[in-house]
């Protein structure tokens, strides 16, 4: 499966399968997460089997089911946007090996997260990880002139582009971003909302992939 593929099929899914990863998963997930911590200088650490962080003792706990494994993304202070940029890379790392996912910033028990967080340094928030009971489901989504200044003469790399942005996790579905385009140079801001940072940096992502990195370069 290659990356756009795996942003045509993610959807977040909160419902597990009660059946823990193979060996060979868990360590292609590790790959996946080293890779992340190496490009990006992020500290994202993979947990699993580790059934605290999702119990559903709580209402609010109760929309995950059998979710025992996560990676939670630890980085420096001050680096939302990578850390969405990362984290969704590592999310379509794991859609390619078959794993379902959802990005949780409120809905899990940070105090039981065996997680280590060094001086400056923050976790950020985790994504659950799990084999989905299904695959999770296509949701509203906004229309391309909503997010940005597209034409009918735009390239076909921006129009990609941009279907790939609105195909990406955001905080409460909010997709509050837009993108300019002035030739080749493509701007990308954050709108105001909660994790509107963390937003921006995973529908970056998704935009290069639709877009082509060779097709452009961000202003
Ligand atoms: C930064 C961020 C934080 C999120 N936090 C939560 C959360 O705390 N609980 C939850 O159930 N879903 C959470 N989500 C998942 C979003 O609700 C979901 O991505 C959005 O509704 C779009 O649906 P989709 O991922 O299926 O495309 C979060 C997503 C992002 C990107």
Redesign the pocket.
């Known amino acids: 499966m290659t990356e756009l593929e795996a942003i045509r099929e993610?959807?977040?899914?909160?419902v597990f399968k009660d059946l823990p990863f193979d060996r060979a998963t868990v360590s292609a997930l590790r790959k996946a997460a080293e890779k992340c911590n190496k490009e990006g200088g992020m500290r994202f650490q993979l947990i699993v089997n580790e059934p605290e962080a999702f119990q559903a003792d709580r209402q609010s706990y109760g929309?995950?089911q059998n979710c025992r494994n996560y990676i939670a993304l630890v980085a420096p202070r001050g680096k939302d946007e990578q850390v969405?940029y990362y984290g969704e890379k590592f999310v379509l790392a794991a859609q390619t090996l078959g794993v379902n996912s959802?990005?949780?910033?409120?809905?899990?028990k940070k105090g039981k997260t065996d997680v280590r967080v060094g001086a400056g340094e923050k976790l950020y928030?985790v994504i659950a990880l799990g084999y989905g009971e299904n695959h999770?489901?296509?949701?509203k989504s906004k229309a391309p002139a909503d997010v940005s200044d597209i034409t009918d003469d735009a390239p076909q790399w921006y129009r990609d582009g941009i279907e790939a942005a609105l195909?990406?996790?955001?905080?409460?579905?909010q997709q509050k971003f837009r993108f300019e385009r002035d030739g080749d140079a493509v701007t990308a801001k954050a709108g105001f909302g909660?994790?509107a940072k963390?937003?921006l940096g995973?529908v970056k992502y998704h935009f290069e992939v639709g877009a082509g990195k060779e097709n452009f370069r961000w202003a």
């Open positions: 993610r959807h977040s899914v909160r929309s995950f969405g959802c990005w949780v910033a409120l809905t899990y928030m999770g489901h296509a949701r195909l990406a996790p955001t905080a409460v579905n909660v994790y963390v937003d995973i």
